[in-house]
Each structure stands twice: as structure tokens, then as C-alpha cells.
């Protein structure tokens, strides 16, 4: 037997816990396009990506080939204290909608970070560790990514410096607590610490940031600092593959009780618990051996699949990053400032995108009131106060759920909980009282925007 052959399943430990990750490029038949060089527009190699990722991580980066990596021992005993995490069946859900449908929701939320996110950054942090570093840099928008990865890094005694969207990091005062409390250094961005910090600031007084700034900065401290490197927490091929143990646990549940899905549902940001969700239903789906609906959710206010181009694109704003392939809404684009429902990265990770230019997924945008009234009825019944961005997802699971009443169809409908929504409160205080809106962005405003895509042969 090759490895291509075989099955998930003899990679389960006895806890059915996975013991490899997952790599659905290897199954792709049209890969994902390579990231490329900003300067030579030449595909990056692992000797271009080594200064600003960790070694491992750049050759998990580069890897269309291995179905299967190996989770180390380390980062499997770290994985123990909250996984596998729960597949719930939404019986008071559906009995409160009086649907035929089967409703069930993988739970990412029961861990300290309050979402999916700590599944990349404990993997991350432990390559840093392999490597010698001393520390790590990111950025953070909603605080999500640089909780998780404050703990993940705490766990192996590293150093982690977050530049914090400094919009959020005034509003979200709870959450940048929290990342110092896991010992992380947080500084709002744009920054003076960094040339390009001060450069946006000269050129934008006033700004209160945007994560493709922060990407920036945080790029720029960890190419100079020796012992440093820099993380992401979505996009990138490596995030997929670390979030791919949320679909094999996912597969492994419903397989132990014969339960075929008819649609998977996700929300997508930058596309990492999506593209995890659906990996081995993908493989399987690509490979002709079973046929799912895949829908990723996305907000009206920042609709990268919907309404973007699919083009090579800057990942920051400073264009110091390689450039993706990616269905994107160009660097430049911030979603308007009363969008509260985060999800508001400019583009779409490579592999999502090339799956859904194949037609081999649908997706649907949102407007944010009506994600928050989902939300809600979501977390009536349910026992759980979702985060804005898995409400998303939550959305349209409970208007397939309903469609369901008018045929009668007893479907099977899987979404992914990504997290909690505790620190999203004033968020969901702007719902109740009614001042929250629904942007969208106009043509118009988009097309200034595609502009500024670079032009690539
Ligand atoms: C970050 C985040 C997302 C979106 O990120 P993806 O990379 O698209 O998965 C969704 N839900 C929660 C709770 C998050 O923290």
C-alpha cells in the first residue's frame, strides 16, 4: 500500500485522537498557486521563506505532496487537554425550529483562547522551540490568534510579541489582558517601534490600524531581530493543514455512527477552520469517493469570495510579505468601521480559493444584523454564546434547517462553532440596541480598490 492509500482511520490513536494531520493539497488535482517572490515575482523557495518562518513550517509551507505529517508526540499531549473537542447533536435546536433536518456542530471553543486558532499556534510554537528561537512575532486583529498563540508560546517558555490593531487593542481591553497574562509582549500598531510603523503613521496620522499594517510590523521586528521569527494564524497552507484535525475528528465521530453529511458548513475569515473542517470530506470528494455541499459564510461587509477577484495580491499592507494567488478584495480594503463581526482580512487562503475557482465549494455572504439575530437564537437553546465570526456559519446552517420544514428533507447539515463570543459583547450590546447596520460595500468602492492589485504575467 503507498501512503496515498492509506486510510485516515489506522492514524487515530486509541482516543481517536489523530495522529497525523492531514494535507489535502497532495489530493488536490489543481494545486493551489505557489506563493511568489514580491520583488522577482519567481515562486518562493524555502531559502526565501527560512528568514521570517520557522524551517519546519516552510517546508510544511512548500509540501503538496505528503497526504499525512506526522503530529508530533509534544504537540499531541498538548492537544489532550482539549481535544478531540465535541460533536454536538443540536436536538434542542432543531426541536425549537420543528426541522426534519439533523443538525450537528463541531465545538472549538472549550479551551482558554476561546476558539480553533490554539490548534495552529501550539504547532507553531513548538517548531520555534525545535529551532532554538528565543521568540515570535504576529499580529493580531480581535485578539483571538494572538491569545492563542501567548499561550502556546508560555507553554514552551518563548518569547511572543503581538502588534495589536490598535482599534481593538483600546476597545478590547480584556483581551490584550488576557495575552499578558500568558506573559506576551502587546504593542498597539501602527507603532514608532518599526520603520514601516512610523511610515504609515506619517502618512496616516490618526489611524487606528488594520491588520495588513500589523502584518507589517510584526514581519519587520522578526527578519531584524535575530532568534525570531514571524507567525500567521490563517491563509497560510501550514494553518489548513494544523486545522485539519478539526475535520478528522469531525470524519472519525460520524463515521463510528454511520452519519453522512449532506452539507458542511463554515464561516470564513482567512479561511483556516474552514479549509480544516472540510479537508478529509474534500479528499474524499475530489477523489470521487463521496459528494458533499461545501459552503463557507462570509460578511456582506468584507465578501473576498463573493465579490473579490481571484489574483496574485499583497497579504499586508506594508508589501513587504510574498504575494498569494487568492480571491481578494486588495491589500488596501478595511471593512467599514461599524462591521463588529470580525472575519475582515482583505483575502482568502490559496487552497480555499482554488478549490472554490474548481466549483468544488459554494459561498454565501451574511449581513452582520442578521448573523447577530442567529446568533442569538442559536444561543437560546443551545448552551453556548457563540463568537460573531462561527455565527456566521451558524446563519445559514439555521436557514438550510429551516428550508427543511418546507420539504420535508431530513438533511444532514454539519457546521463548524469555532469559538465563544465573551469578549464580543459590545458587539452584541450595538445588536440590542438596535445601532448596529449592515454596510456593503458598493462597486464602486471595490473596484478603487482592484486597482491596486498588482499586475502580474
Ligand atoms: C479567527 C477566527 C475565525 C476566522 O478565521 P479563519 O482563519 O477563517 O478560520 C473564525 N472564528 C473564530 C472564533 C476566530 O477566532
Not at 420543528?98 to 490548534?119: C, D, Q, R, V
Request: proline share 6%; charged share 20%; hydrophobic share 35%.
Amino acid at each position: 500500500m503507498t501512503t496515498k492509500e492509506i486510510p485516515y482511520k489506522i492514524y487515530l490513536e486509541e482516543n481517536e485522537m489523530p495522529q497525523a494531520w492531514y494535507n489535502l493539497r497532495a489530493d488536490m488535482i489543481n494545486k493551489p498557486a505557489p506563493l511568489i517572490h514580491p520583488g522577482t515575482h519567481q515562486p518562493m523557495t524555502l531559502e526565501d521563506l527560512a528568514p521570517v518562518f520557522c524551517e519546519e513550517l516552510c517546508k510544511q509551507e512548500l509540501n503538496n505532496e505528503d497526504p499525512f505529517i506526522e503530529i508530533p508526540q509534544e504537540i499531541r499531549d498538548f492537544y489532550k487537554m482539549y481535544r478531540p473537542s465535541p460533536l454536538v447533536r443540536a436536538y434542542c435546536l432543531e426541536e425549537k425550529l420543528g426541522t426534519p433536518a439533523k443538525i450537528y456542530y463541531k465545538f472549538e471553543g472549550n479551551n482558554t483562547s476561546g476558539s480553533h486558532k490554539l490548534n495552529s499556534a501550539i504547532a507553531q510554537a513548538y517548531y520555534a522551540k525545535q529551532q532554538g528561537l528565543k521568540g515570535v512575532t504576529t499580529e493580531t486583529g480581535a485578539g483571538q490568534w494572538g491569545t492563542a498563540l501567548s499561550m502556546a508560546c508560555s507553554y514552551f517558555d518563548l518569547d511572543c510579541k503581538v502588534f495589536m490593531v490598535k482599534v481593538s487593542y483600546e476597545q478590547k481591553p480584556f483581551r490584550r489582558e488576557v495575552m499578558r497574562t500568558y506573559g506576551a509582549d502587546v504593542t498597539p500598531s501602527p507603532s514608532t517601534t518599526t520603520e514601516i510603523g512610523k511610515k504609515i503613521l506619517a502618512d496616516h496620522p490618526g489611524t487606528t490600524g488594520s491588520l495588513g499594517c500589523a502584518i507589517s510590523e510584526a514581519v519587520e521586528v522578526a527578519t531584524s531581530t535575530p532568534g525570531y521569527r514571524y507567525v500567521l494564524g490563517s491563509v497560510l497552507n501550514q494553518v489548513l493543514l494544523h486545522q485539519s484535525i478539526i475535520g478528522l475528528e469531525t470524519k472519525a465521530a460520524l463515521d463510528k455512527y454511520g452519519i453522512v453529511p449532506d452539507m458542511i458548513i463554515g464561516c470564513a475569515g482567512g479561511g483556516s477552520n474552514l479549509g480544516g473542517l472540510i479537508a478529509p470530506f474534500m479528499g474524499e470528494k475530489i477523489k470521487g469517493n463521496a459528494d458533499y455541499r461545501i459552503v463557507a459564510v462570509e460578511p456582506q461587509s468584507c465578501p473576498s469570495f463573493t465579490r473579490g477577484k481571484y489574483a496574485y495580491d499583497f497579504c499586508d499592507t506594508g508589501m513587504v510579505c510574498p504575494l498569494a494567488k487568492m480571491y481578494t478584495l486588495g491589500s488596501g480594503f478595511i471593512p467599514a468601521a461599524n462591521h463588529a463581526g470580525g472575519l475582515r482580512y482583505h483575502g482568502m487562503s490559496p487552497v480555499l480559493s482554488q478549490l472554490y475557482d474548481d466549483g468544488l465549494m459554494e459561498a454565501i455572504s451574511v449581513p452582520q444584523t442578521e448573523v447577530f439575530a442567529a446568533a442569538e437564537e442559536f444561543a437560546r437553546v443551545e448552551g453556548i454564546l457563540p463568537a460573531p465570526e462561527s455565527s456566521h456559519a451558524i446563519k445559514v446552517a439555521l436557514d438550510e434547517a429551516k428550508k427543511c420544514i418546507e420539504t420535508g428533507e431530513e438533511k444532514t447539515i454539519v457546521f463548524g462553532l469555532t469559538g465563544t463570543g465573551y469578549f464580543d459583547m459590545v458587539a452584541y450590546e450595538k445588536f440590542h440596541d438596535g445601532v448596529m447596520d449592515d454596510y456593503i460595500p458598493t462597486d464602486e468602492e471595490l473596484q478603487k480598490y482592484f486597482e491596486t492589485l498588482p499586475k502580474i504575467d
